[in-house]
RNA sequence: GCGCCCGUAGCUCAGUAGGAUAGAGCGUCGGUUUCCUAAACCGAAGGUCGCAGGUUCGAAUCCUGCCGGGCGUACCA
């Protein structure tokens, strides 16, 4: 089933072909008051500028042409020319049983021809807890997915894990020094954890600029370890399944669907490094400057005006992120042939990535059948405007922040519904805390800096994940109530051949309800769960407007089966869109 | 200096191709519960869309300049 918006934008535009053998745009928006109709169609206004016309004149040939009565009103035409289209509650009836027949896909068709398409997001550092930092990557990349699949295309998720470098020989060193006891075998396996790690490194650094000794034994490290020195690799790798054990608990609690066989790390590359580096020497495109190796990407330029440089090969002879996003660019094109790729990532790395881009196109990797994204949002910031810190200006680790969210919404939950049971309480809790953070998070413009709060995203009303959560448990609670009654919803509705509104809020409801596919398209192409986030809010927000006017068990028979429909629907179309598309939990009761 | 992003109600934010009287939430004020979960609903007040020009029948949206803020800008990621 097409989105009603694509069908009118069609007829309207064959309609404008009719009258003017042009191919200009319907202009079909979502009309901007009620009392306007559903829909506008703008095209009259763009298409009398071309023709130097009156545009009322032209809306009406339009008009006259347009076949959509199956679907629509007889349209007005208004103002300048605007073309006010209103739904026939025949067709949203209509529409209505079709969704309901397909509760896979509530009535949206799959994308014509599916892609593989590599997403990059979260890219956690080894050796570190995750951060507040890492929140936006990790939960909008996760969505990205989720709609895209939905959309029917093949999605590889990688997870770019920052495994290698420098650093880690330091922190080999470290352990080496501090854990190995007299003449025994590097006692680490049970004795060092993630909080830890953290801390080590911190006390590695110091010792590296305090002591000398140590940093040449640190560096040492590094060489043994591309070298692939088995005990230095081997402790290397509990380092890293250490982390794992921090970031996959949290993956996991923000339902984000991220697991080992997603990473492909900075260390998976590193095997390609000099090959890339060779590779675009031998096509020209990369020279040594300043004892740098560097590719000069037309149209970048640096504070003085001169070429800017994209460093492949540092003066020293290592390799730098440069190299392995470009190793991992290849590697998705020829490997896992992707016809598009996506990086989640915030703004701050605009310019890399646009350099990225342009290599990678000027070295004929990418041709125009792939699709590069550069996908970014803004920055978490506290109260003060400033990114997000602890009072002493620490990062903010996520699984505190989850910990934090969970535990203020069980405090609620025990103040609105104290009689649940236990278990039920802690679902809840959970459901709702960690959608709070999510929900806060994606319903905010990506590209743009948002203050997180607490308070404002438990304040438990308003635009919020529980707002929507509520209005989920509320239709379940009707049908709990319908079974005590022993009224047959599935039965009733499956008898309705056709709807009955009488109500302005039914009618409200139905019409939102089959634009469901519009705002997952819109979110889809932009990349912009926000869209989703507004739609669901509008669904919960006109769903709790008729459950205030509309008794539904208690309704008389011509209006029940409408109304359990109704219902149902509104319950699936919530759960799809928080559960499915955002990854966040639904529960039956709260 | 140059580049990118941002400036919308007291606060936090939407605004999906340039369209009709600029929308939410919070907060404020007022109303709703013998009725399926009041974590709800209904209503009111509140804005020179940073400033100044320009393009257009029409500008928060496009162009130019200015003011204010953020980020980036040769060997970190």
Redesign the pocket.
């Known amino acids: 089933m097409k989105p009603v918006i694509d069908i009118i934008?069609q007829q309207i535009c064959q309609a404008i072909k009719t009258v003017s053998g042009e191919d200009s745009?319907?202009?079909?928006?979502?009309?901007?008051?009620a009392?306007?109709?559903d829909y506008?169609a703008?095209a009259a206004?763009?298409l009398?500028?071309k023709l130097k016309s009156n545009?009322r004149k032209i809306a009406e040939q339009i008009v006259e042409k347009l076949n959509i009565s199956d679907i629509c009103e007889k349209p007005e035409i208004?103002?300048?020319?605007?073309i006010?289209l209103r739904l026939k509650p025949e067709y949203i009836s209509a529409a209505l049983l079709q969704i309901n027949s397909d509760p896979e896909r509530l009535g949206i068709d799959k994308e014509q021809q599916s892609k593989t398409v590599v997403v990059d997001f979260s890219?956690p550092?080894i050796a570190k807890e995750m951060h507040v930092g890492h929140l936006r990557s990790t939960i909008i990349g996760d969505c990205i997915c989720r709609m895209l699949e939905f959309a029917g295309h093949n999605v590889i998720r990688q997870n770019h894990i920052?495994d290698w470098?420098t650093q880690f020989g330091m922190l080999v060193a470290y352990l080496n020094l501090e854990f190995r006891t007299q003449n025994s075998e590097l006692r680490i396996q049970n004795s060092i954890h993630i909080s830890d790690l953290e801390q080590f490194y911190k006390n590695a650094k110091a010792k590296c600029d305090a002591d000398e000794s140590f940093e040449k034994l640190s560096r040492q490290q590094v060489v043994k370890l591309h070298d692939g020195n088995s005990e230095t690799l081997n402790i290397w790798k509990h380092i890293v399944d250490e982390s794992r054990k921090n970031y996959q608990p949290i993956y996991n609690r923000l339902g984000v669907n991220l697991h080992k066989e997603n990473e492909r790390g900075?260390s998976f590359y590193k095997d390609m490094l000099p090959g890339v580096v060779g590779d675009l020497k031998k096509a020209g495109l990369a020279k040594e400057?300043?004892?740098?190796i560097?590719i000069f990407p037309e149209g970048f330029?640096?504070?003085?005006g001169?070429p800017?440089?994209f460093?492949i090969?540092?003066?020293?002879g290592?390799?730098?992120?440069?190299t392995?996003d470009l190793a991992a660019l290849r590697f998705r094109i020829n490997q896992l042939h992707a016809n598009k790729i996506i990086y989640v990532t915030d703004?701050?790395?605009?310019?890399?990535f646009q350099m990225l881009f342009a290599v990678a196109k000027q070295a004929g990797w990418v041709n125009e059948n792939i699709e590069l994204v550069h996908v970014t949002f803004?920055?978490v910031?506290g109260d003060d405007?400033r990114?997000f810190k602890t009072r002493s200006g620490e990062n903010v680790k996520l699984q505190e922040l989850l910990d934090e969210a969970v535990s203020r919404?069980g405090k609620?939950?025990e103040q609105?519904?104290p009689a649940l049971d236990k278990e039920q309480k802690r679902q809840?809790a959970n459901a709702?805390g960690i959608g709070a953070v999510k929900y806060a998070d994606f319903?905010?413009?990506r590209?743009?800096?948002?203050?997180f709060?607490f308070d404002?995203m438990l304040?438990?009303?308003?635009?919020?994940a529980?707002?929507m959560q509520?209005a989920y448990?509320?239709v379940?609670?009707?049908h709990?109530?319908a079974e005590e009654k022993n009224i047959d919803v599935d039965g009733e509705i499956k008898r309705a051949a056709k709807l009955n509104f009488t109500t302005a809020e039914e009618l409200d409801l139905a019409k939102h309800i089959v634009r469901y596919g519009?705002?997952v398209e819109?979110a889809t192409?932009?990349y912009?769960p926000?869209?989703l986030t507004?739609y669901l809010?509008e669904l919960?927000?006109k769903f709790?407007?008729?459950?205030?006017?509309?008794?539904?068990?208690?309704a008389d028979a011509a209006s029940r089966p409408t109304r359990l429909l109704l219902c149902e629907l509104t319950a699936q179309t919530i759960k799809h869109g928080l559960n499915e598309l955002l990854g966040i939990d639904v529960v039956?009761?709260?």
């Open positions: 934008d745009p319907a202009m079909v928006t979502v009309a901007t008051d009392k306007f109709g506008q703008n206004m763009v009398a500028k545009p208004a103002g300048p020319g605007f006010n890219g550092n920052g470098g900075e400057s300043d004892g740098a560097c330029k640096t504070k003085e001169q800017l440089p460093i090969q540092k003066s020293d290592a390799y730098l992120y440069a392995t703004a701050r790395q605009q310019l890399h803004g920055s910031l405007g990114p919404a609620i939950v609105k519904n809840i709702v319903s905010n413009n590209t743009s800096d948002y203050v709060s404002r304040a438990m009303d308003g635009n919020t529980v707002y509520y448990a509320r379940k609670s009707i709990r109530k519009e705002a819109a192409r932009d912009r926000n869209f507004q809010y919960a927000q709790s407007g008729f459950y205030n006017a509309c008794p539904v068990l208690d039956e009761q709260m």
